[in-house]
């Protein structure tokens, strides 16, 4: 869904470095998310927004920072306090309001050495 | 916290016949259950999703039913074919707009 950009595709860490990943919306949404993918596991939240100004933590939270100072942005930076970041990160957005869908973006493959 | 487990976590059926994945929630209050299709390398995509007002759903050869005193949800798919070799997750949306996704079910077709 060209709705939700997410850039880059693949990304190369060092340890020990900050890196924040893209999320880009055109799709007026109010609510962005962020999940982590590991191989053989499901999505687990990391934080998310229901408005501009206003985020929440998931499940997964620590290690990871986010901000919400757009309502088409939503960018995450994966910390060196996190301990196993290398993963494949999936940014969404949903309307906001009722019982509206996800909708993903393509992903971004963190590999931190 | 909220909790969504899903089973089973791999599943091989023979093309055309029927598959069956089953989750559960823990929040109470959760009121709207997605079900994604995740092929590989691809990003997950909403195939059906059911409301707590509604016991089941139907899509053509895709169906979900809720059974909200159980707290459990389930996806059925008949007529299995090889393009629905994938993986798929449950998700129940819980408090706010919280949205908490299953482990995962990968489904393979047999020829």
């Known amino acids: 869904d060209g709705g939700i950009t997410q850039s880059p595709k693949y990304l190369f860490r060092k340890e020990g470095q900050n890196v924040t990943l893209s999320c880009e919306q055109n799709?007026?949404?109010?609510?962005m998310y962020w999940y982590r993918q590991d191989p053989g596991q499901g999505l687990r939240l990391i934080y998310y927004s229901q408005i501009v100004n206003d985020f929440q933590k998931g499940d997964i939270a620590e290690g990871y920072s986010v901000s919400r100072e757009k309502k088409e942005s939503f960018p995450l930076t994966v910390t060196s306090a996190q301990k196993n970041p290398t993963a494949f990160y999936l940014c969404?957005?949903?309307?906001?309001?009722?019982?509206?869908?996800?909708?993903f973006g393509n992903g971004t493959r963190l590999t931190v050495t | 916290g909220e909790n969504v487990e899903q089973h089973p976590s791999t599943l091989s059926v023979q093309e055309g016949d029927s598959a069956v994945i089953k989750c559960t929630y823990s929040d109470s209050a959760s009121n709207y259950f997605p079900w994604y299709k995740q092929e590989l390398g691809k990003r997950p995509q909403l195939i059906i999703d059911?409301?707590?007002?509604?016991g089941e759903k139907k899509d053509q050869r895709i169906a979900v039913t809720l059974n909200k005193t159980a707290k459990h949800f389930s996806l059925h798919i008949t007529e299995t074919q090889p393009e629905d070799s994938a993986v798929y997750f449950c998700a129940a949306r819980s408090s706010a707009s919280k949205i908490i996704f299953g482990s995962g079910t990968r489904l393979s077709i047999r020829p």
């Open positions: 799709l007026n949404h109010d609510a």
């Open positions: 969404a957005s949903r309307r906001g309001q009722g019982e509206s869908p996800l909708h």
């Open positions: 059911i409301r707590s007002n509604v």
